[in-house]
């Protein structure tokens, strides 16, 4: 596998875990319905299309609302 494959699927899966944050804690989505297969796939689907956004995003409400 080549440095390029090896950052887009660490760049996929910032994306997974960014916009899981943002369904929770900013939309406070608490219950998703479905199969494990098509919630799992969901999160990647929407993950790769909306990292750009949600990545950042994410760290400015970690960094805004998070000060422990």
Do not use: C, Q
């Not at 199969?35 to 956004?53: A, Q, R, S, T, Y």
Request: negative net charge.
């Amino acid at each position: 596998m080549t440095l390029e494959g090896i950052l887009v699927i660490v760049y996929i899966v910032l994306g997974t875990a960014a916009v899981k944050y943002v369904k929770s804690e900013i939309f406070g989505v608490v219950v998703e319905f479905g199969g494990l297969g098509e919630l799992i796939f969901k999160n990647v689907i929407w993950g790769f299309f909306l990292d750009w956004l949600a990545i950042p995003v994410a760290i400015i409400h970690m960094l805004i609302f998070h000060r422990d």
